[in-house]
C-alpha cells in the first residue's frame, strides 16, 4: 500500500507570513493516464474537511488564491503565501492514484 | 448546490452491525463515484471505501475490508455503508464524499463501538 508522509505535524506560524507544507508517498503518484492525483484537504476546528487542491496544482473554485500546490511524482508542497486567520486547521494530502487510497497523517497550522 | 447529509450512526456493541446512509442532492448523483472516510476521535482521517458511479467497482481500505460493504441506489440518490462485525477500533466520524477526488463532503455522523 502507498504510504504518505507530511511534514511538519505541527506548524506555528506568524500571521502575513508564509507557510509550507510536504507531502511525499511511497510510489510514484503518476497515472497511465498522464495526471497526478494528489490532493490536498484543509480542516477547519468543527468542520467537516474540505478539497483546496486537486490533480496536484488546481485550485478549488473559492479558494483563495494565496494556496497553491506542486509537486510530482513522489514530493509534493503546498504552499500558503500569506497565513490568515481563517487558515487556522489541519492539511491532510491524499493520494488518488492508488489502492487503496490512503491520506497523510495531517498537519496542524497555528498561528503563533 | 450540493448537499450530502449522512445518517445512522449511533452506538453499537463490539461485533455487532450498523449500516450508513449518505441522502445526496443538488447534482446528477448516479454520475458520481462516492467515497466513506472515517475520522476516530481526535485523529486524521482513514478513507474507507469507495464505489464508482455505477456500482461496479468497489474498492475497501485493509482495516474495513470484509466487514463493511459500500453500495448505493442511484434511484434514490443514497449511498450506504454496510459494516458489520463493528470493533472499537471502528469508532469515529464517517464522512461520504463524492467524485473520485473527493471534491464535496457531507457533516459526517458518529458511530461509537463500545460495550
Known amino acids: 500500500d502507498v504510504v504518505m508522509t507530511q511534514s511538519p505535524l505541527s506548524l506555528p506560524v506568524t500571521l502575513g507570513q508564509p507557510a509550507s507544507i510536504s507531502c511525499r508517498s511511497s510510489?510514484?503518484?503518476?497515472?497511465?493516464?498522464?495526471?497526478?492525483?494528489l490532493n490536498w484537504f484543509q480542516q477547519r476546528p468543527g468542520q467537516s474537511p474540505r478539497r483546496l487542491i486537486y490533480?496536484?496544482?488546481y485550485r478549488d473554485s473559492g479558494v483563495p488564491d494565496r494556496f497553491s500546490g506542486s509537486g510530482s511524482g513522489t514530493d509534493f508542497t503546498l504552499k500558503i503565501s500569506r497565513v490568515e486567520a481563517e487558515d487556522v486547521g489541519v492539511y491532510y494530502c491524499?493520494?488518488?492514484?492508488?489502492?487503496?487510497?490512503?491520506f497523510g497523517q495531517g498537519t496542524k497550522l497555528e498561528i503563533k | 448546490q450540493v448537499q450530502l447529509v449522512e445518517s445512522g450512526g449511533g452506538v453499537v456493541q463490539p461485533g455487532m452491525s450498523l449500516r450508513l446512509s449518505c441522502a445526496a442532492s443538488?447534482?446528477?448523483?448516479?454520475?458520481?463515484?462516492m467515497h466513506w472516510v472515517r475520522q476516530a476521535p481526535g485523529k486524521g482521517l482513514e478513507w474507507v471505501a469507495l464505489?464508482?458511479?455505477?456500482?461496479?467497482?468497489?474498492e475497501y481500505g485493509d482495516s474495513v475490508k470484509g466487514r463493511f460493504t459500500i453500495f448505493r441506489d442511484n434511484s434514490k440518490n443514497m449511498l450506504y455503508l454496510q459494516m458489520n462485525g463493528l470493533r472499537a477500533e471502528d469508532t469515529a466520524v464517517y464522512y461520504c464524499?463524492?467524485?473520485?477526488?473527493?471534491?464535496?463532503w457531507g457533516q459526517g455522523t458518529l458511530v461509537t463501538v463500545s460495550s
Open positions: 464524499a463524492r467524485d473520485w477526488l473527493a471534491d464535496s
Open positions: 491524499m493520494q488518488g492514484t492508488h489502492w487503496p487510497r490512503a
Open positions: 510510489q510514484s503518484l503518476a497515472y497511465t493516464d498522464g495526471n497526478t492525483y
Open positions: 490533480k496536484v496544482s
Open positions: 464505489i464508482s458511479y455505477d456500482g461496479g467497482i468497489e
Open positions: 443538488g447534482f446528477t448523483f448516479r454520475t458520481y463515484a
